[in-house]
């Protein structure tokens, strides 16, 4: 089991920036992949990111790419997402992913453990 703890949500203008942390926990020895995902009201789960457990690749989703990165911290544990540029249509839950299985890692089928969520709320 791994227990994924997601923090650093809030509110902020169009423009600002905001920095989401999730901290990995338990059988962390077994994850290949850490993504992060979004979800507005009425929308589908939505790809963000990702990063192999190496942090050698990373991808990121058309709509984030150029704004967003991600980063890890071994030590830690912990993976980052840097949002840059924020937009009103950023606004979202963001979730974070954890991938032991060999699925997609540009879906939400492909990701094993999930944390609880954040709100990202970002105003005009």
């Known amino acids: 089991q791994v227990q994924l703890a997601e923090s650093g949500g809030g509110s902020v203008q169009a423009g600002g920036s905001l920095r989401l942390s999730c901290a990995a926990s338990g059988s962390i020895f077994s994850i290949n992949a850490m993504g992060w995902f979004r979800q507005a009201p009425g929308k589908e789960r939505e790809f963000v990111g990702t990063?192999?457990?190496?942090?050698?690749?990373?991808y990121y989703g058309d709509s984030v790419k150029g704004r967003f990165t991600m980063s890890r911290d071994n030590a830690k544990n912990t993976v980052y997402l840097h949002m840059n540029r924020l937009k009103p249509e950023d606004t979202a839950v963001y979730y974070c992913?954890?991938?032991?299985?060999?699925?997609?890692?540009?879906?939400?089928?492909?990701?094993?453990?999930w944390g609880q969520g954040t709100q990202v709320t970002v105003s005009s």
């Open positions: 992913a954890a991938r032991m299985s060999s699925g997609s890692i540009l879906t939400p089928i492909g990701y094993d453990f």
């Open positions: 990063t192999n457990w190496s942090g050698f690749n990373t």
